[in-house]
């Protein structure tokens, strides 16, 4: 979740050490209150309240435990319970990639990339990949998330300018044209049977439509 709202790899690396990771002190604090409450059984010390007094106002305090609080309750019981993950509402995590590339760099795999851990994180996906034409060939642009296993070649596949949408319930394969030009496929892989259908199809459709301008007009040269 905290990847679709642009948060960086390095800081969610950096939660793993608080004190040494460069985030800002109100930042600090908040996530130092945010392990007391989760770690400690919710006892917070005079000491961390005075720094958090610092950056915050009293009602600003109240909402960050009441987040807190309500995160945690949520994760006790999804764990108690064994219960899969919500997953972001395919309009909603459309609209998301329609404006990561809005503001997307000029590079296409960057923002490809961007692409990928949106739509990996958003829908759970086992991976996603995204391929671009190259010539008469398709070559990897992004990818993330582990090797689907029936993969023979990672970095490049055939040209098929025929190519259609096809899905199985734990795979899902879709074009990009960009007119009638076929200029990259977008690739999705599952671990679970039956964990692709028909909402899948449509969202990464969408997102191909989205992604054929860029791939369009951006294709490497042959």
Do not use: W
């Amino acid at each position: 979740m905290a990847k679709q709202f642009g948060v960086s790899d390095q800081a969610l690396q950096g939660l793993n050490n608080i004190d040494t990771f460069p985030f800002p002190p109100d930042e600090k604090a908040a996530l130092r209150f945010a392990d007391a409450m989760t770690r400690e059984a919710g006892r917070v010390d005079d000491g961390l309240f005075d720094e958090l007094r610092r950056h915050f106002s009293e009602p600003q305090i109240i909402e960050i435990a009441s987040v807190i609080g309500t995160f945690n309750y949520f994760n006790r019981v999804n764990n108690a319970l064994a219960m899969d993950i919500t997953l972001t509402d395919p309009e909603v995590l459309a609209l998301r990639i329609a404006e990561a590339l809005a503001t997307a760099p000029p590079d296409p795999a960057a923002a490809c990339d961007r692409v990928v851990e949106l739509l990996r994180q958003g829908r759970r996906y086992g991976s996603v990949g995204v391929l671009a034409r190259k010539g008469d060939r398709l070559v990897r642009l992004a990818h993330r998330g582990a090797e689907p296993p029936a993969a023979k070649d990672a970095t490049s596949a055939t040209l098929d300018p025929d190519a259609v949408t096809r899905m199985g319930d734990r795979e899902l394969t879709v074009p990009v044209h960009f007119g009638a030009e076929l200029v990259g496929v977008i690739e999705i892989h599952n671990d679970r049977p039956g964990s692709i259908d028909e909402e899948d199809r449509i969202l990464v459709e969408r997102v191909a439509g989205l992604l054929a301008p860029l791939l369009g007009a951006r294709r490497p040269p042959g």
